[in-house]
């Protein structure tokens, strides 16, 4: 199993200063956030990839993966193709990260790319669910 998985972070998120909801504190992981539930962790992605948008007015696949993983660390450009096929968007659309239809595939597709299997899509519908409450 992924450390992802395993962590109830199929976004792989590092740790950093920033909580979210269902958070588990402190992480058991030395670079890594650890959730509750993978459905925590889905929300998670959802709400990071918003404030990428509210905040840091990135608005496509190829700007928010660019940030999510950069080429220091990561086959950046495969990841922003990968997640463009994956969910039929053309990784320079804008994108709204309130709209389940587009986010939900996009989700899944990270969880893909860090983890190297499919998404369970009930549990992200359920992080869905309470990224939207």
């Known amino acids: 199993m992924s450390r992802g998985l395993k962590n109830c972070n199929p976004g792989n998120i590092r740790r950093s200063a920033g909580t979210y909801k269902g958070e588990v ?7 890594f956030k650890q959730f509750e539930t993978m459905a925590w962790g889905y929300r998670a992605i959802f709400v990071l990839l918003d404030i990428y948008r509210t905040r840091h007015g990135l608005r496509t696949i ?8 950069p080429p220091t660390e990561n086959r950046t450009q495969t ?6 096929q994956r ?3 053309a990784a320079d659309r804008a994108l709204d990260t309130r709209d389940r239809a587009t986010m939900i595939p996009i989700a899944a597709a990270i969880s893909l790319v860090e983890n190297g299997t499919a998404a ?3 549990e992200v519908e359920k992080g869905w669910e309470l990224f939207v409450d």
Not at 25 to 30: G, H, T, Y
Request: glycine fraction near 8%; avoid cysteine.
């Open 120 to 122: 369970e899509m009930h």
């Open 87 to 89: 969910t039929g968007i």
């Open 62 to 69: 190829a700007e928010m993966i660019g940030r999510w993983a």
């Open 79 to 84: 990841y922003i193709r990968t997640v463009a």
């Open 25 to 31: 504190r402190p992480s058991r992981d030395p670079a």
